[in-house]
Each structure stands twice: as C-alpha cells, then as structure tokens.
C-alpha cells in the first residue's frame, strides 16, 4: 500500500488490523505530531470513535497519557495501569470509556530524529510489551516512517505545484483550487479582488529582469500582510488576486482596495535604484445574479480591465452592465485598430483666429478616422477605443506623423504657417522614451522646427498626477522649449493652484463656458477672471466652440483674444486647410472683421462630418 502511494489513513487502518490479528485481545493506535506539537488520530479501528476525536488536537507534554507523553519525551513510554497512573490523571473521562487497562506508546521518528507520530498498543491487561510486541512495533514503525515520508513528499510536489517559487504566494493552481471550493451558496460571503501592477514591465525593460523580481518580491509581501487574513495569490507575471473572506473588509470593499494601494506605493529600493509600485484593482461579490466562482472571477476580471482602461491606479467594484461596457469597448478597438492598419486614421484642421480680425494665427490638428463606407468620424464616435494604451499611442504616431508632413507642406509653399496644436494623451506620457524627446524626433524627422508645435493636454491628462510623473514631463516639456496648451479648462475638477506649480503656455477655455457667455452670466465671470489671472500669469487664453458672431464679440470685451469654432471653420483637411490658410492666415495680408471669415455653405458643412469631442 506504501509502495503504491494508496491513502495514508486508510494504510495506516490496515496496518493496525493486520497486527491486531498477530496479537489477539490488543488494540492499535497511530497518532501523528504536527510542527506545533499537537496531537491527531490517524488510525484506531479498535477503539472508540468518541475517543480518539477527544485526542485531536491535544498539545504533547510530560504528563499527556501514553502517547504524547511519548512524544514529548521521544522514548518509550509504558503505562500499566491507565486507571491509577499520574501520566492518565487528566484524562479519567476518556479512560473511562475504554475496556482496555495498559497502554504502551513509541515514537516515530523522521530521517531527522524529529518525532512525527507515536504507535501504541492498548492491552486488557495490566502488562506491558512482549519480546514479539517489540519486534512488530520496530516493523510497524519502520513502515509508518515510510508511509509518513512518502506523503510528505507527495504533499509537497502539491504545495510546490501551487505556490509561486519567487514570491511564496499560492499560484494559479491553488488559487483556481481555492476559489471552486467556495460557498456560493450565500450572496455577499466572499469577494473577489483582481490586481494588475501597472508598471513591472517598464522595471523589467529599464533596470533588468532582477529588479523587476524584487518588486514583485516586496509588493507580494506587502499585499499579502495588508490582505490578511484573507488569502492573496500570484496567479500570472504581474497579476494578482485576493479573496477575500473576512466580515470587515467584505463590508467595505472599496476602502480595503484603497488601503492596499496605498500600502503598495511606498518605494522599493532595488539595485541602487527607487522603484515605485503601481498597481491597479477590479472588485466582484458573490451574488444571488452571479452565484459561480467562474462568474465572479468574470466580473472581477472585468472590473479591473474596466479600471486600467479608465483610470489606472484606481479601484472599479463590478457594477450590472459593466460587461456590455467592456464588450463594446473591446467593438471599438478593434474598429479603430481596422482603421490603423488601413490607412484610415487623418488629421483634420481647424483655424484659430484671431478674434478682433479673424487672421488664422495657428491651426489645432484633430483626429479623424475614415469609416469603409466613407463617413468621417470625430475622435468623440470612437473615444472608447482610446483608452487601449496601444491604439492611443499607434494613433498619436500616425497623427504626429501626420502633421509634420502637413506642416513642412505648408512651410514649403511659402504659406505664412505659425502654430499647430497637437493633442497628447495620457499614454503618450508613459511612452518608454521622454516624452519631448519623442515628440522632438517626429518633427524632426519632417525637418520641421519645433517652434511650430503646441502641445495640446487635456485636463483630465493633466491632473492624473496618480504616478507623480505628469506634473514633472509636462515641465520637462516646457524646458525643452516646446509650448503646453492645457485644453477643454473647467470640465474637470481644476484646481488655479496647479497653474503654479506646474504653468502651461495657453489655457483653452471649454466650449461649455463660451455657449453660456450672456451679460452678467457665470460664465462670463467666469471667462472674465481667467482672462486677468492669464495675463498676471503671462498664459494666453483661447477659446473653444465658438458658434456666433455675438459670442466672439463678448469674449472680445472680456479681454479674450485668440478662438476658434464653427463661426470660423470646422475641421478641413489638409487640402481645404491649405485653401484658408492661403486667404487668411496672419501675415498673408488678409484683414477681416468677424464674420467675414465663411468658409464652408450648409451643404459644404454637412459633407465634412464634424462633431462632438476632440482628440
């Protein structure tokens, strides 16, 4: 039965019968001793049910009857009379129920003389061991010492199967194990938290395969202490996984997810170097709708891709409808990413002018992606599909590209060119390479002077400061000479103290505060008060979504001077670009009063398709 790996209880079981049979009126016990010390009831045929359960768990010592005395001291111990001797006076209850007298109990030892178990014979007699008794007990232990080993062995190829060999965590195996034996059976009794850390590659690509394991080294460490007790699992490279169990954090999900970021974020000094976990979470209860372990993961996993395309460094808890969300994201990635590789991504123009003569001083460059059937879209129709990382940045090299081209285009026909403002996105700002230094090398490659280039980010780019980063490569930007627009001002939760600390160039006033411009309005309080902190600041201000000839007017009187909006142009392709710029760009000689400056009938409008948000 050793030999053949069968069940170690029942071997055990076996054992015991097959000696009680050699030697009748006898009843055999073999007990094994866990690394604390305690007791647990292996095999007992012949004695009571009741009475090896009472044996469970018992902590061995000098005076634990028979066997842990046995243990305790790691020799032979023989008893007697159960009854009367004081190794038994704590337990005259058990004794009670047991028709035998005499119990004599030896250790076993493991190849490294440490005690794992006792066997013991229970006699009807007041005697002790027979020369016969002994020679079978040095058999029997000698085939318990095998058994007990080779289970451990076993055990251990298991436990080695499902723990993660770098960071000791259980693996993917033992986290798939733990997570079928769940309970369903009760909504709300355990959740789901899936974990990414956001930057391990950018560890691996820049300081080595080393450092990236010491991170992932100490970020295990440090989740699995702040998770406890609930259990925490490595279950891919950067992937991690925490179910959770206990009543506290079950009760507020969010605020346990909130607590591991920050217990991640303190740096890791790795090689010389400070390394600063990120990481990103997905959250899912068991519930009576979602009453599977496979289904919770589902929503879990779902939350947190939700949460890395949304806003990185976050927590996103499982939400009904939140798959259909992902379902049609994932619709538009692969639309846009059809588009990349077609060929069918633009850029799209539209003037800025100045307000007082309608003089196109600058450009704003705009993505626009070419459907099949022809139809232009706005960035805004297919806005989901920027959140992937890679279509982002793959459509910010091909509007780059794009544009410099235009623009050395426009420079050599001799057209009076000044500015054109390029959208960047908060995955062009964790590119691998500086940022300036990124956009520098497109422009040059189109031998095209960077004074051209306004770099146009979004509030929302611009105070997802979770990595500490943005703040610094937007004045890195800044010193390299390059110009910062901070666009679509007031939609977020802006702060004028982020002017300070990190100013910008020009600041674009959203569409949303030019269309409420009335006397005496909020919004042109609004407009008012930022136009005097731009000037004391030395920011230029321009704004957005102008539509009426009465809006310029107003915004003229509140000391703005530079916009641009349908009153204008919509965004025009290059061709059509070049056409207003040749008749009204500053410089070109055309002087016009607002108004003047038509460029597109009804008709013409329809047919160029503009919309909705900018990229």
């Given at each position: 039965?050793v ?6 209880p ?10 009680e ?20 009831p292996l ?14 768990g018992?902590l ?19 008893v007697?009379d159960?009854?009367?001797?004081p190794l ?9 129920q047991?028709?035998?007298s ?11 003389e ?22 079978i007990?040095e ?8 058994a ?23 693996n ?17 009794a355990w959740a789901l ?6 930057n391990?590659k ?25 998770a ?13 996984a ?10 507020d ?34 519930s ?19 949460a ?21 994201r ?35 460059a ?19 599909a920027?959140?992937d ?5 793959a459509i ?7 544009v410099a ?9 001799g ?14 700002l ?17 031998n ?15 105070l ?22 901070l ?12 002017l ?15 269309a ?6 909020p ?13 004391k600041?030395?920011?230029r201000?321009?704004a957005?979504?102008?539509?009426t ?24 392709s ?6 207003l ?11 016009r ?22 990229l």
């Open positions: 039965m030999a053949r790996g069968d069940d170690l029942e071997t055990a079981r076996r054992l015991c019968l097959e000696v049979a050699i030697v009748p009126d006898t009843a055999c016990s073999i007990l094994t001793v866990d690394a604390a010390g305690l007791l647990h095999a007992a045929p012949s004695l009571p049910t009741g009475y090896s359960l009472a044996l469970d018992l061995i010592g000098p005076s634990v009857g028979s066997c842990g005395t046995a243990a305790f001291l790691g020799a032979d111990v023989e007697r159960i009854r009367t001797d038994w006076s704590d337990y005259r209850e058990l004794v009670d047991l028709e035998y005499a119990c004599w109990s030896t250790p076993i030892r493991d190849g490294k440490q005690v794992i178990g006792t066997f013991a014979f229970y006699y009807q007699g007041h005697r002790g061991p027979t020369k016969l008794e002994r020679d007990v058999a029997c232990v000698h085939l318990c010492v095998l007990f080993e080779r289970r451990d062995r076993v055990e251990e190829r298991e436990r080695l199967a499902r723990i993660d060999g770098l960071t000791g965590l259980a993917r195996n033992g986290f798939n194990a733990a997570l079928d034996a769940l309970d369903c059976s009760q909504p709300g938290l899936a974990i990414d850390l956001d391990l950018m560890v691996n690509d820049t300081f080595g395969h080393h450092a990236g394991d010491i991170l992932l080294r100490e970020v295990a460490h440090r989740m699995a202490d702040a406890a007790p609930d259990r925490t699992f490595r279950i891919g490279g950067d992937e991690f925490i179910i959770v169990q206990s009543p506290a954090a079950l009760q999900l969010e605020t346990m997810a909130y607590g591991l970021l920050d217990r991640l974020s303190p740096p890791v000094r790795s090689l010389g170097h400070s390394l600063y976990p990120r990481a990103t979470i997905g959250g899912a209860i068991v009576e709708a979602d009453p599977l372990p496979h289904s919770v993961r589902l929503n879990a996993d779902h939350s947190l891709y939700h890395k395309e949304t806003g990185r460094g976050g927590f996103v808890r499982y939400w009904r409808g939140l798959g259909m969300a992902i379902t049609q994932l619709s538009a990635i692969q639309e846009v990413g059809a588009a990349i590789r077609e060929g069918r991504i633009k850029a799209y123009y539209q003037p800025v002018v100045r307000l007082d003569t309608a003089e196109i001083v600058g450009v704003e705009l993505c626009r992606m070419i459907t099949p059937d022809g139809k232009v879209q706005t960035a805004g129709e297919f806005h989901e920027m959140s990382v890679d279509i982002a940045q910010t090299d091909i509007m780059l590209d794009n081209n235009d623009v050395r285009h426009w420079l050599d026909e057209i009076a060119f000044q500015h054109v403002g390029v959208n960047i996105s908060s995955a062009d964790h590119r691998s390479i500086p940022i300036h230094e990124y956009l520098s090398a497109c422009f040059v490659k189109a095209v002077p960077l004074k051209h280039l306004i770099v146009e980010v979004t509030e929302g780019v611009y997802d400061d979770r990595d500490d980063n943005v703040g610094a490569k937007i004045a890195q930007m800044r010193h390299h000479g390059l110009k910062v627009a666009d679509d001002f007031g939609t977020g939760f802006a702060s004028l103290t982020h300070l600390t990190v100013p910008v160039d020009i600041i674009k006033i959203d569409r949303s505060f030019v409420g411009l009335k006397m005496g309005s919004s042109a309080a609004i407009v008012e008060g930022l136009t005097s902190i731009a000037q600041l030395d920011i201000l321009l957005e979504g102008i539509e000839e009465s809006q310029a007017r107003h915004l003229l009187t509140l000391g703005c001077r530079i916009g641009q909006g349908f009153l204008y142009s919509p965004a025009v290059r061709s059509e670009m070049s056409k710029l040749r008749l009204y760009a500053q410089g070109s000689g055309a002087c009063s607002i108004g003047a400056f038509r460029r597109h009938s009804p008709a013409e409008m329809s047919e160029v398709q503009v919309a909705g948000n900018e």
